[in-house]
């Protein structure tokens, strides 16, 4: 019951809920202007009911939580749970892009004060990483995706289903951020080969980036990180 009530509270943070309009004017109205008929709900909010009732049914069973989180996203990264990962060539070097300058990024990006300056920073296209370590040596990786449409295939993770993934809370972004961790998962961007990538979080602020934090850190560690971008 407890991984029920979990699953419906991230579930609750990852629906949309619109606002309750004012139908008592219109009820008032409608009475005043025809005779009274049998109430019926209409088709669409039945249908509505259903599939809401089907979710949270659904969810309170693993098979099917996995099935319905099968293939979703959050901001430019699509994420697809598989049965087993597509084989990668193991130790293959880190391409991240071009390695440039911070002024030379094609938007401005932002920086972890928990951290302080990366070591190196690197540009694919509209994809920025600030990089921690050397490329031999990660120690995170700080992914920023910019503001303009990207394609789907930017940043595609294909998590193994016996990976953890859960939705956690970042005051400040713009909906529930991603948490990864457990189990390698696989890991697609632009211009670069599919690697495996270790522990994840992504999330989008609310000026509609993607931020990615990925590297040897806890949920703790990467929610501290995260809440000293600036």
């Known amino acids: 019951m407890r991984d029920l009530e979990r699953d419906l509270r991230e579930l609750g943070l990852a629906i949309a809920v619109p606002p ?11 009475l005043s202007s025809r005779p009274p008929a049998p109430r019926r709900l209409r088709p669409v909010l039945v249908l509505a009911i259903v599939v809401a009732v089907g979710v949270l049914a659904g969810l309170a069973v693993s098979p099917a939580r996995t ?19 597509p084989a990668v060539e193991p130790g293959a070097p880190l391409v991240l892009g071009s390695e440039i300058e911070p002024a ?54 294909l998590v193994v289903t016996t990976t953890a993934v859960r939705f956690v809370e970042i005051p400040g972004s713009d909906g529930p951020a991603l948490w990864i961790e457990g189990e390698p998962h696989l890991l697609e961007l632009p211009g ?22 990925e590297g040897d850190v806890d949920l703790d560690d990467a929610l501290r990180i995260a809440g000293s971008m600036r």
């Open 104 to 157: 030379e990024a094609p938007f401005s990006i932002s920086v972890p004060t928990a951290l302080g300056d990366p070591d190196a920073v690197y540009a694919s296209g509209n994809v920025v990483t600030l990089l921690y370590g050397s490329p031999d040596r990660v120690r995170l990786l700080v992914t920023e995706m910019g503001y303009s449409a990207l394609p789907s295939e930017v940043a595609k993770k």
């Open 67 to 85: 099935a319905i989180l099968r293939y979703f996203g959050i901001g430019a990264v699509h994420v697809e749970l598989v049965d087993r990962l």
């Open 20 to 30: 309750t309009p004012d139908l008592a004017a219109t009820v008032r109205d409608g």
């Open 192 to 213: 670069a080969p599919a690697r495996l990538a270790g522990n994840t979080l992504v999330w989008v602020p609310r000026d509609g980036r993607t931020f990615r934090i």
